[in-house]
């Protein structure tokens, strides 16, 4: 049956009705102050004039490399009112990646502060949208649709993880982009009144574009620094102080922020979560169900792939059980067999995604394309389907269950994975013939990525060397925690990687005793914090966090460990500046001891 909804409006365009009506009322706050929505249509305007008047318009790519500030929110919006799409550059990426995610994108041009490392990587114009820029027109407005611009121009083309050893960009569509709006919308998982939205995402993460986006429909954008977003009590003020409603986050996150968000804020505000990126685990589930019974946050649970820009599926978390709930309003899904032909109630099939908000495909790679968005047997002449290789079900009660990965493909810490791109990498560094990477859950550390390596010959690698490399070429989040050396990989019968046959990497009690024992009561303290975060049996005083395996979700429990059992509250920035062992001892003594009531 057709869809009779009518076309979503253009998120540029309702961002022009806002301003119209709504001049005076605050779009967008940081830590430096704010902009209204006359202010950020007159940056934005003189921005995109910018761009156009070098040339850049439809089909360009925009690289967008700043840091989490009002500025980044102007940018990309510039990118769009000039007609182009932008292409998010994540300072915090490893400077190899970004170079050729602005290489491989082929940007036209760079939105950067002025001493970026990039502009000669990325052989394009460089911009710095603080800047007034001497050659855009300094009068008159910019058309809000540009060329003609129509739902099937470009949007952003955001980078994912790749299986072949190099991330791939999705390129998404403005229309699909006012899809998801209106979707979202039509779902009531946007209110009607202006809201309050945290902005929490990286912006090289699609959840980012359901929440700047907001701005374009009269909501209220609160940038949340990185110290933010890693600072429980500091995020709780934040989000207090600017009277926050919506807040995106990923279970994982919300495993460290329920001590302070759990219940109702002191003011009567009722805080939405807008929770995806991983499968919630039933203990979250229930408790956030209820929680939203006694007047305490309420929560949605969101799943879709970058490929279908942002969310397929949308649904209140309420009951016992977790499930995906069932399409965003203006999309499709199907839970087909092997041969593409739709499983019975409650049997496990593939799912697959149709409808508006599908993104064109991977830039550069119309093989690959063409292998995941395919032909839709059910829906109307030329449009497709995208094959999304997570297995599912549906229930009795319609909804959807999520069962797990048809493919090696993997979550962690809400991203998509590909372990080829990490074992390419390994494979890449002298002295490593073959790799695996996997995801071990071996305690009350949880979750960890842990690579193992087979030298090809000669002198074996050194593992925090190893390590080392892989930080130098991939995002944190991919960098394993452990890199472990094997004489070979165990294989199952049939060829295959035997995942239950991997050892646990070498930090049990047989373990080699750290060069240097911790020596007196903070140090002590620290390395027992660490041994509980980091699910490590020794830990050395030079012992370094970050070599260790730590990253920030970690740093967050290290935290949340100190002000517990030692009542010392810092930053976690602290745990930064002093990743090895004995320096962030002294610095926790130091604090503790100046924070000591006199007498």
């Known amino acids: 049956m057709a869809d009779l909804r009518p076309e979503p409006v253009d998120a540029v365009r309702r961002f022009a009705r806002v301003v119209r009506d709504h001049p005076e009322r605050i779009a967008v706050r940081d830590g430096a102050g704010s902009l209204t929505f006359a202010e950020l249509d007159r940056r934005t305007a003189r921005l995109a004039r910018a761009l156009a008047a070098r040339g850049i318009g439809r089909g360009a790519r925009v690289g967008v490399a700043l840091p989490r500030t009002s500025r980044l929110v102007v940018a990309l919006l510039a990118v769009w009112r000039a007609g182009a799409a932008y292409v998010p550059l994540d300072p915090h990426y490893p400077r190899a990646r970004l170079e050729f995610m602005a290489r491989d994108a082929g940007i036209a041009a760079l939105l950067a502060e002025e001493d970026t490392p990039l502009r000669t990587a990325a052989g394009a114009l460089v911009l710095d949208p603080d800047v007034p820029d001497a050659a855009a027109p300094s009068e008159g407005d910019l058309p809000l649709d540009p060329a003609g611009g129509g739902p099937l121009d470009p949007a952003y083309l955001i980078y994912t993880s790749g299986s072949t050893g190099r991330p791939k960009g999705v390129a998404a569509t403005r229309g699909g982009v006012a899809a998801l709006l209106a979707g979202l919308e039509e779902a009531g998982a946007y209110a009607d009144a202006p809201r309050v939205v945290a902005w929490n995402a990286s912006v090289s993460f699609d959840a980012s574009v359901q929440q700047w986006a907001r701005v374009c429909r009269g909501d209220t954008v609160v940038v949340l620094t990185e110290e933010d977003r890693k600072d429980p ?159 599912v079900r549906r229930t009795a009660g319609g909804l959807l269950a999520f069962l797990g990965r048809a493919d090696r493909q993997m979550k962690f810490r809400g991203f998509r994975i590909e372990p080829g791109e990490i074992e390419h990498a390994l494979a890449s560094y002298e002295g490593v013939g073959s790799a695996a990477v996997v995801i071990r859950d071996d305690g009350p550390a949880g979750e960890r990525l842990v690579a193992y390596a087979v030298p090809s010959g000669g002198a074996a690698p050194d593992p925090g060397r190893l390590r080392d490399h892989l930080a130098s070429v991939l995002p944190d989040f991919m960098v394993p ?119």
């Open 233 to 391: 009590a500091r995020l709780a003020a934040v989000l207090d102080a600017h009277a926050v409603t919506d807040l995106d986050l990923t279970p994982s996150h919300w495993e460290l922020l329920r001590g302070t968000l759990a219940g109702p804020r002191a003011d009567g505000r009722r805080l939405r979560l807008f929770m995806g990126g991983e499968p919630v685990p039933a203990r979250t589930w229930r408790e956030l169900a209820e929680a939203a019974g006694a007047g305490g946050p309420e929560a949605l649970n969101l799943y879709g792939p970058t490929e279908c820009t942002v969310d397929a599926t949308v649904t209140w978390m309420t009951g016992q059980t977790p499930h995906l709930g069932d399409a965003l309003p203006g999309g499709r899904l199907y839970v087909l067999d092997e041969a593409m032909r739709p499983v019975p109630e409650d049997a496990e099939g593939e799912l697959y995604v149709a409808g508006p908000r599908l993104a064109h495909g991977y830039a550069g790679r119309p093989a690959l394309t063409a292998e995941r968005f395919v032909a839709d047997p059910f829906g109307g002449p030329g449009e497709r389907m995208y094959r999304t290789g997570d297995r």
């Open 481 to 599: 925690s452990d890199c472990v050396l094997l004489d070979a990989l165990p294989l199952t019968a049939n060829g295959k990687l035997d995942v239950a046959a991997l050892p646990e990497p070498p930090d049990g009690p047989g373990a080699d005793a750290p060069a240097a024992e911790p020596d007196g009561p903070f140090e002590k303290l620290i390395a027992e914090v660490w041994s509980e975060v980091l699910g490590r049996q020794r830990v050395g005083a030079d012992d370094d966090f970050f070599a260790l395996g730590g990253h920030s979700l970690m740093a967050l429990r290290v935290v949340g460990r100190l002000k517990r059992n030692l009542g010392v509250v810092i930053s976690v920035k602290e745990v930064y500046r002093h990743p090895r062992l004995r320096d962030l001892a002294q610095y926790v003594q130091r604090h503790h001891e100046a924070s000591a009531p006199a007498g």
